[in-house]
């Protein structure tokens, strides 16, 4: 059994970076499977419903903003991956992930660069990753809705740094990231 393993929230200045596994069952095709950040929202929520119905096994993790800051963004990553994939309830044969680095498992594992284009289990994984992480900044936006979180998903948009800088950094923004370190140094 192949297992796709892809992340969502490197970029971000907020909230945590996700990660999902999934082993997809070849008798149960999913149509429209591509990259996260190539589908619409509409698109990619109808499909994490699909994913979730017609796959295999399929599991989420993340690691949270303490994290980040203690190990930095690329080791809590491959932690997330890792957990995401140790959360399932069998061990996949393989494991192929998006990006150019491996984090440690049990099994055999290749990186693929561009892998959620490429392959339908971490495209799969993508989407699940993505929508999870939109899912959780939703829920952040209700307890603080001063940073718009529902529309920039915590990314350093203009209007996300404005915000920051008027208000100052909530305990989800990542203090490790440079517009976060300025707003601080500015408060």
């Known amino acids: 059994m192949i297992c796709g393993v892809d992340e969502a929230g490197r970029g971000p200045i907020a909230g945590p970076v996700v990660a999902a596994a999934v082993i997809l069952d070849p008798e ?27 796959a295999l096994y399929w599991a989420i993790a993340q690691s949270d903003p303490d994290e980040i800051e203690q190990i930095n963004i690329l080791w809590a990553t491959m932690k997330a991956m890792q957990r995401s994939v140790e959360a399932l ?30 392959e339908e289990s971490i495209a799969a994984a993508s989407i699940l990753a993505k929508v999870e992480r939109d899912r959780q900044m939703l829920e952040w936006h209700e307890r603080y809705p001063q940073y718009e979180f529902n529309k920039h998903k915590a990314y350093g948009t203009a209007r996300h740094i404005e915000l920051l800088k008027k208000y100052g950094p909530c305990p989800i923004h990542r203090r490790d990231y440079k517009p976060v370190r300025e707003a601080l140094a500015n408060l």
């Open 28 to 54: 149960r095709p999913i149509e429209g499977l591509n990259d996260s950040k190539k589908l619409s929202e509409k698109k990619r929520e109808k499909l994490s419903v699909e994913i979730k119905e017609k």
């Open 89 to 118: 309830p069998v061990l996949p044969s393989k494991v192929l992930i998006d990006g150019n680095r491996v984090p440690e498992l049990t099994v055999p594992a290749e990186a693929i660069v561009g892998g959620d284009a490429r």
